[in-house]
């Protein structure tokens, strides 16, 4: 009888790895349970307590224990549907909206069900394009500019379009995320109807992942491409960054409103009843309350993106201090800085990749971060993804009650910041921040 292999792979999954942000946090906690203190900048979480207006929305529904339409709620779709239209002018309709269990299963469901291979920018979130890949879409990286921070200009699309059309391929998907992870970077008005127009000359549907929309530091304004472009955008978001309610795992997409987009959630809702049935439906209705946004609500969230703001450029400032080059963060907690000024020195102490690089950073420095071939970049250039939303809570915090008092009052001060991610002389006392800064000025000086 010939040998076989038991539960044989698919070769999709043969060499698929966990994610790498999920993969670092696992790590940073088991380092910490170790007894090896890390500061974490590996992994985004907004981690402000859960406003009372939902915790005390999602008691009230606890008992609501049925399963809920494919679709989502209807109040819910309504209230998402009405978000959308009156903070950032995009066309949406409760009929045209769709809710699951987190944004994630709606892009991979909107790969699985989109026709079309896909441009990513590079560098972009790490799931994207394992997300296309297990759809059986071949990946075309566009190269961002990182002189200008990393933008996406309509030449770089073309050349790529252009490029992967003779190999034989058929992009028909381009996705974007803005404000942007890993870059914390933000589309203008201009960059955003560009990409739009480009998308709409060239038949190519846009998937807009706005899940930091609500977190823009105060700068420069949210513009969603989808303004310019509502018949070919699919607009994704959810509540676990601006709400900071990850663990509720609840998205929504928000397709056009057109013929092509009734199919396309005619096949939305046809996936979904065979993979999550319906999003929780205590957390849905929670989940309403969220998105007709309360002044309460409103006040919270715009706190939340004032404290993200001020620790990002507090990092970015004292990294370019460093000589570090690095895009200012306009929106979400992260920064994108590029080591190679010290390329020379790195590679003297046998560092030549950002991988290389982040192990260093974690082993001799007890900093984590996220290596940018991760996002997609090269594995030669010398690019960290930060995170700073794990820094607001002083290192000898344990308990939760404590971590909460600590972080509603940070929310209370948000007031006297001016809201551009500058402090101004307001003096807020971020321990775990001022640490990190400390550490990489002198993991820097070591040279």
């Not at 890390?38 to 399963?67: Q, V, W």
């Not at 002018?89 to 909107?110: N, R």
């Not at 509502?230 to 998205?251: C, D, M, N």
């Not at 409103?298 to 970015?316: D, F, K, M, P, Q």
Request: a negative charge; charged letters at 20%; glycine letters at 8%.
């Amino acid at each position: 009888m010939p040998e076989c292999t038991l539960l044989q792979l698919t070769p999709a999954m043969q060499n698929l790895a966990s994610s790498a942000t999920l993969s670092m946090n696992e790590a940073v906690k088991a380092r910490k349970a170790a007894g090896r203190k890390t500061i974490h900048l590996g992994f985004g979480e907004a981690s402000f307590p859960l406003h009372p207006l939902l915790k005390e929305a999602l008691s009230r529904a606890a008992t609501h224990t049925g399963y809920g339409p494919l679709q989502g709620i209807p109040t819910l779709r309504k209230a998402i549907a009405n978000y959308l239209e009156r903070t950032r002018q995009i066309a949406a309709a409760p009929e045209y909206v769709a809710v699951a269990p987190g944004s994630k299963p709606l892009l991979y469901a909107l790969m699985q069900i989109l026709d079309g291979d896909v441009l990513l920018p590079i560098p972009s979130w790490v799931s994207y394009a394992p997300q296309a890949r297990l759809a059986g879409k071949q990946v075309f990286g566009v190269e961002s500019d990182p002189a200008d921070a990393h933008t996406l200009t309509r030449e770089r699309l073309s050349n790529t379009l252009a490029q992967a059309r003779q190999q034989g391929a058929s992009p028909r998907i381009l996705v974007v995320n803005t404000p942007s992870n890993p870059t914390g970077g933000m589309f203008s008005s201009q960059d955003a109807e560009a990409i739009a127009m480009w998308c709409k000359a060239e038949g190519i549907t846009l998937i807009c992942d706005e899940i930091y929309a609500e977190l823009a530091h105060g700068w420069r304004e949210h513009v969603s491409p989808a303004r310019f472009y509502p018949e070919g955008s699919i607009v994704t978001g959810g509540l676990s960054k601006a709400f900071s309610a990850g663990g509720w795992r609840l998205g929504y997409a928000s397709l056009p409103i057109t013929d092509d987009g009734k199919r396309l959630m005619t096949a939305l809702r046809a996936m979904a009843s065979e993979i999550w049935s319906s999003a929780t439906t205590p957390v849905q209705e929670a989940a309403t309350v969220a998105y007709t946004y309360p002044p309460e609500l409103e006040r919270y969230v715009r706190r939340s993106a004032t404290i993200h703001g001020y620790a990002t450029n507090r990092l970015y400032e004292k990294l370019v201090d460093l000589r570090i080059d690095c895009p200012q963060p306009a929106g979400a907690f992260y920064l994108y800085p590029d080591f190679s000024p010290l390329r020379t020195k790195l590679q003297k102490r046998g560092i030549t990749t950002s991988e290389e690089l982040a192990h260093h950073l974690l082993e001799e420095w007890d900093i984590a971060t996220l290596p940018g071939v991760a996002f997609g970049d090269r594995p030669d250039a010398l690019r960290l993804r930060l995170a700073t939303s794990m820094l607001y809570v002083p290192e000898d915090v344990e308990s939760e009650e404590e971590k909460d008092v600590v972080l509603w009052e940070l929310l209370e001060q948000a007031d006297r910041l001016p809201g551009n991610g500058k402090d101004e002389g307001v003096g807020l006392k971020l321990p775990e921040l001022e640490r990190v800064r400390e550490r990489f000025e002198g993991f820097v000086k070591s040279f």
